[in-house]
């Protein structure tokens, strides 16, 4: 991806966060004008088939302005950057770890228990970001990752059982963002052009990526 395209991707990336943060506070509103009562309405009940739907309707939902505070910010950094490279991977990303923090959550919950909040994204964003580099093989999102995993390492102390906090949605949101990161890397150096013998990249049809790095290669550059 050359600059002007990954500038533009991050544009939407940037776009897209802040609608996502707009909408939940936006629910969190009308939530807290209702007492409440969407969280629990439309929250995650522990192995109750009749909730299990919600599990698209929980991460936008929360208990308390707290809640939603503690959420907004992480939800916003980690969002971007698993967005700022292309945003419909990284809406399919969401989509595996939505689906993965949510029935992790529904599944493993304590009885007579609600789940709602956007932590298992975050968590999910998180392990996201730090193994793409490694799986895209890019630098820059593996120095992106080491930060990100260094400045936020006392996040993983909410990923064990704690009373009153929905650790299951993080350990799964978590472990779907480490799952994402193998499932949608980046393929391309897979299919890179090849090598003859004397060291200089097979030309391809005109115009293509292998032919110019041909022509620069016969020109001594």
């Known amino acids: ?23 939940i506070w936006t629910v969190q509103v009308v939530n807290w004008a209702d007492h409440y009562h969407l969280s629990v309405d439309y929250g995650i009940r522990s192995r109750d088939l009749a909730t299990l739907p919600d599990v698209f309707t929980a991460p936008f939902l929360h208990f308390s302005w707290a809640h939603i505070e503690g959420n907004s910010g992480p939800l916003f950094i980690f969002g971007f950057l ?3 490279r292309g945003v419909r991977k ?31 994204m975050v968590f999910g964003y998180f392990g996201y ?9 890019n630098r820059i ?31 799964f949101g978590f472990g779907a963002g480490l799952i994402g990161g193998w499932v949608f890397r980046d393929r391309r150096h897979a299919t890179a052009p090849a090598v003859r ?14 032919a110019l790095l041909k022509e620069l290669d016969d020109l001594g550059f």
């Open 141 to 171: 999102d593996i120095v992106i990752g080491l930060i990100m995993g260094l400045s936020f390492a006392y996040q993983f102390s909410v990923l064990v059982p704690k009373e009153g906090i929905g650790w299951q949605a993080h350990l």
């Open 82 to 84: 698993a967005a700022y």
């Open 197 to 210: 013998g004397g060291g200089s990249p097979a030309a391809g049809p005109p115009g293509s990526a292998s």
């Open 1 to 23: 991806m050359d600059a002007e395209a990954m500038i533009a991707e991050a544009r939407k990336a940037l776009w897209v966060m802040v609608g996502f943060l707009a909408v």
């Open 90 to 120: 990284f809406l399919w990303v969401s989509l595996l770890i939505a689906l993965a923090s949510g029935l992790g959550s529904w599944l493993t919950s304590a009885p007579n228990t609600v789940a709602a909040g956007a932590s298992g």
């Open 129 to 137: 970001i730090m193994v793409r580099g490694f799986f895209d093989r």
